[in-house]
């Protein structure tokens, strides 16, 4: 699964599912900006269940993944200095840093590409359930 923008640091599926459970404020409540998304994984939210609960049917390559499963992840440099409240970001071994800003990167690639068709960005890899049962 090739990354090549941002930060990547080593996590476990452990970690990816505690930094859901991380994103929820007082009572529960979703906060705003603090829901990160993956690609190359397909997953369901279930709103129904209590949080830290919520990922469900999580699945790499079609198949079930399970908790000590590791995966090299891309991350801005907001979420490497600890921006979001998520402590297994901080802690992980840095595996690669380009030093280059989103912006700039996204510039270079679109300068490079010259077309950018939106087709080869969209996954439909998560939905929202309740219950087991799509939202939506």
Do not use: C
Request: proline share 7%.
């Amino acid at each position: 699964m090739p990354v090549t923008l941002a930060n990547h640091a080593d996590l476990t599926t452990r970690h990816r599912r505690d930094r859901r459970a991380q994103r929820a404020g007082p009572g529960g409540t979703p906060r705003a900006g603090h829901d990160d998304q993956l690609s190359g994984v397909s997953y369901d939210i279930d709103v129904a269940k209590p949080v830290g609960r919520r990922v469900a049917n999580l699945t790499y390559d079609g198949a079930p993944v399970p908790d000590d499963k590791e995966f090299v992840v891309a991350i801005n440099n907001y979420r490497q200095s600890g921006g979001g409240g998520f402590p297994h970001v901080t802690g992980a071994e840095v595996v690669y840093n380009a030093q280059v800003e989103i912006r700039q990167a996204l510039i270079e690639y679109a300068t490079a590409q010259g077309t950018i068709d939106p087709a080869d960005f969209a996954a439909s890899n998560w939905k929202l359930t309740r219950d087991g049962r799509p939202l939506f």
